[in-house]
């Protein structure tokens, strides 16, 4: 009796979580568009609310605090952005064929989401003096790193030519390049968008041994 008890109750709490998650879900992608325009010292947990088809109540239920809910909608978000260019790495048959894709990609993200990126970039300089973000701050920046390196020790097979930089190097030089175009999307998105474009192109070959 206690076992058939157990195998009731196991899939009803199941389903109790995965509802909880689903919902905290869906409260990150509504708050997402929020944060990205407000940015995080400007958003609150009205504000969120106010601009999503969820009460205040309903906000602070799933979440205690905004910034809570604001880690949560970075990892969320950035969770499935380091694994969009997994198709382009495991298809591309030629180092120039990777780099086609991953621009291709990054110009994709840009144009697209950049009030998202916005927020990340706003999110790590809080860090600095908001110990509570530090620590998700350093996990997606690991996963940023990593997703960097795949690529680049990717182009280094298919080129047969080895790095001459580190991966803490190389994130920090795309990293770099990626927060200056996100900077003149605001008024020179085309231009913006080119110079990154040419800019990894003109990097990536220069990361390689000499032959």
């Keep these: 009796m206690a076992e058939s008890t157990a195998t009731i109750i196991a899939p009803r709490r199941r389903g109790m979580v995965d ?3 689903e919902r905290r879900d869906q409260l990150a992608e ?7 325009e407000l940015g995080y010292a ?5 504000d969120i609310a106010a601009n999503s088809p969820f009460s205040h109540g309903v906000v602070h239920y799933y979440f205690r605090d905004k910034n809570e809910l604001i880690v949560y ?4 978000h950035k969770s ?28 994709e993200t840009l144009t697209g989401e950049a009030p998202m990126h916005r927020l990340w970039y706003d999110l790590r300089s809080a860090s600095m003096f908001e110990e509570p973000l530090r620590e998700t701050v350093a996990l997606v920046d690991g996963w940023l790193e990593e ?23 190389t994130y920090a030089i795309v ?16 231009e913006s968008l080119d110079r990154i474009d040419q800019s990894l192109r003109d990097l990536f070959p220069s990361l390689l041994l000499t032959s």
Excluded at 30 to 36: I, N, P, R
Excluded at 42 to 46: G, I, K
Excluded at 73 to 76: A, G, I, K, L, P
């Design 73 to 76: 909608c970075v990892r969320y």
């Design 30 to 36: 509504s708050a997402l568009a929020t944060l990205g």
């Design 80 to 107: 499935r952005c380091v694994r969009r260019y997994d198709e382009v790495v495991e298809s591309a048959r030629s180092a120039e064929e990777l780099v086609d894709g991953f621009v291709a990609k990054l110009r």
């Design 175 to 190: 990293d770099g390049l990626f927060q200056q175009a996100l900077l003149g999307m605001h008024d020179r998105p085309a």
């Design 147 to 169: 997703m960097v390196w795949r690529i680049a020790t990717r182009i280094s097979v298919l080129s047969g030519r080895g790095l001459v930089t580190s991966q803490a190097t």
């Design 42 to 46: 400007r958003t609150s947990l009205r």
């Design 19 to 21: 509802k909880h998650q």
